[in-house]
């Protein structure tokens, strides 16, 4: 049973416009989220989370939302550029961080 | 300040035998998590340690084993190798695990033929 599910093995775009990858979860006890961006031969970098009681967090030109109540965040790049090309994986908590929940991860390939 | 450092890099062995990974986190870092990645697969916990304590552990048999030192230094153990254990296997660090963001080393790739 797999609690938090990246459906979109993949997505294309076209630089300067808008990334949105998508994350969903299952389990209610969830209540810190993450995303993490992965280059090849290289272990994941943190790049936003959001609580639970929050539904929504920025930091510069990302952006994650949280709708509690359909249990999906996802994960906004504006504007993408070609060096956000990585893979990015959804990340879920309870109260410790420590271990978190991975979805499988979104491949992202921004076109010059 | 130093990142989160992974030994050895890379690791091959014959099924059967037994391996042991170190990581070493940052600086001032008390919580320090494995996880394995095989091929198309997101990342799987394995355990989470905190003070020399294993805190948290994942749904993997009892041949992957840890332990962590008084410097927050950690070492994980996967006895009796099998063929489905060859992943890249990461280690992450974290102030206390609480609400806080890891911070994840390069990881060991681990061969087993």
């Known amino acids: 049973d797999q609690q938090v599910k990246q459906n979109s093995p993949s997505l294309s775009v076209q630089e300067g416009r808008i990334s949105i990858l998508n994350c969903d979860y299952t389990?209610?006890?969830?209540?810190?989220f993450l995303w993490y961006k992965k280059y090849p031969a290289e272990g994941p970098t943190f790049l936003i989370s959001?609580?639970?009681?929050?539904d929504k967090n920025e930091d510069g030109r990302f952006t994650v939302f949280l709708n509690k109540s359909a249990k999906h965040l996802s994960l906004h790049i504006v504007p993408s550029q070609p060096g956000d090309s990585a893979v990015y994986f959804c990340?879920?908590?309870?109260?410790?961080?420590?271990?978190?929940?991975f979805g499988d991860g979104t491949t992202l390939t921004v076109k010059p | 300040k130093a990142g989160v450092t992974q030994t050895p890099r890379y690791l091959i062995k014959t099924r059967g035998q037994q391996v042991t990974l170190s990581c070493s986190p940052i600086s001032g870092h008390r919580s320090v998590s494995w996880y394995q990645q095989t091929p198309g697969q997101g990342l799987q916990f394995l355990f989470e340690y905190f003070s020399e304590t294993q805190r948290n552990k994942g749904n993997f048999p009892g041949r992957f084993s840890g332990r962590q030192f008084s410097n927050s230094r950690s070492e994980m153990n996967v006895s009796t190798l099998e063929l489905g254990d060859s992943a890249l296997y990461l280690c992450a660090s974290s102030l206390f695990g609480n609400y806080n963001e890891q911070f994840f080393g390069p990881g060991t790739r681990l061969t087993v033929l």
């Open positions: 959001i609580s639970s009681i929050k």
């Open positions: 990340a879920a908590s309870g109260t410790n961080a420590g271990k978190s929940t």
């Open positions: 389990n209610s006890m969830f209540d810190y």
